[in-house]
């Protein structure tokens, strides 16, 4: 029996939406092949408390002072060191901003495969990771050598809400990183702006496109989104106009969300656009041309104009939550 490692990246706590995403594909690909499953946590002598009740074999805490913030050297020479003593047949991560900074050097420190960013797997004689290209007009199957493999998953390539229960037994290890040179120094942690807001873990988003035509029509969709307990986030060229922060923006140089949710106003729904939001569980897409990309994968379509519905949907929201 081999052995399959979950990495999980927290923060205060609380581990991250996509590295609990991950450990779903982590959980179907160990039941698969037949290994056992290790969640791996780096910089914590106590397991975060949603773990304690999802299906691993056993959680590693891996811990020492160095890793007690972010780092991606300390990071690569501790797993490095937890790979030498487990090694295992894979090593899945959720595609997080800090992944894409250590999972690269961990990969070339070791000389093995990292396949980056995968949507899923085929599992056929071999198993067969599947990426998105040129934008995502395309599906490539990456097979790889075999040995060790570092993959990482896409936000919403598997659901949270979807991992099986379980209660891990806990085991700790303690690495000594006192040696490891450190060229990359980690500056103070980043603080979001002021009422910034974190899409990836929205539950309900109004993404709003350059079809609102002007700033002022924003009124409109924040009266929608209040109603709707939404929040909101856009399109590029509304981020281009600087009607929104950058922080808003869905798609391939944003964010990738899956709420359960999406009410799309306005947007056409270029493939740069739908990167980012088409795993959402429900799609609803407003927009007064018929033929919009939006609404091939929308779950639900309304053709009319925005300035129209939107006001009329949030009054008709707003009546109802008064009943
Ligand atoms: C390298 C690269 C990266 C990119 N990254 C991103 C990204 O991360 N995110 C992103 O979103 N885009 C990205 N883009 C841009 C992308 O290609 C599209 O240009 C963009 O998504 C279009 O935004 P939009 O749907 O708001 O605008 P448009 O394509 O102009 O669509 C506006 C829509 O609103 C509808 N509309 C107009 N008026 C009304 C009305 N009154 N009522 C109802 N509907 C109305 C129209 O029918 C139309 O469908 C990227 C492009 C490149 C080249």
């Known amino acids: 029996m081999g052995k399959v490692l979950a990495f999980l990246q927290h923060l205060d706590g609380k581990v991250s939406r996509n590295s609990l995403e991950a450990l779903k594909g982590a959980q179907e690909l160990a039941a698969a092949e037949g290994h056992s499953l290790t969640g791996v946590v780096l910089g914590v002598d106590t397991a975060p408390t949603e773990l304690s009740a999802i299906h691993m074999d056993e959680l590693l805490l891996v811990s020492s002072p160095e890793l007690a913030n972010y780092s991606s050297e300390y990071y690569v020479a501790a797993m490095q060191a937890v790979l030498a003593a487990e090694t295992p047949e894979l090593l899945i991560a959720g595609h997080t901003y ?145 009607w929104l922060p950058q922080d808003h923006q869905i798609g391939s140089s944003g964010q990738t969300v899956t709420p359960k949710l999406y009410l799309a106003v306005g947007v056409s729904g270029a493939i740069q656009h739908q990167v980012g939001m088409k795993n959402s569980d429900c799609i609803v897409a407003i927009n007064k041309d018929p033929n919009a990309p939006i609404f091939e994968i929308a779950d639900y379509g309304i053709v009319a104009n925005l300035l129209d519905i939107v006001p009329r949907l949030a009054a008709t929201l707003k009546e109802r939550q008064g009943d």
């Open 98 to 242: 800090q992944a894409r900074d250590w999972l690269p050097r961990l990969a070339y420190r070791l000389g093995r495969p990292l396949v980056s960013d995968c949507v899923g797997y085929h599992q056929d004689s071999d198993l067969r990771w599947v990426r998105q290209i040129f934008q995502g007009k395309i599906s490539a199957d990456v097979e790889t050598t075999p040995g060790l493999v570092i993959i990482s998953f896409q936000s919403g390539a598997f659901r949270s809400d979807d991992l099986a229960e379980g209660k891990p037994a806990i085991r700790t290890m303690d690495v000594d990183l006192s040696g490891v040179p450190l060229r990359v120094r980690p500056g103070e942690r980043f603080q979001e702006a002021k009422g910034a807001v974190d899409l990836s873990r929205a539950e309900r988003i109004i993404a709003v496109g350059r079809g609102i035509g002007e700033e002022e029509n924003l009124t409109m969709i924040r009266e929608l989104a209040g109603a709707l307990g939404a929040e909101l986030g856009s399109s590029r060229p509304v981020v281009d106009y600087g």
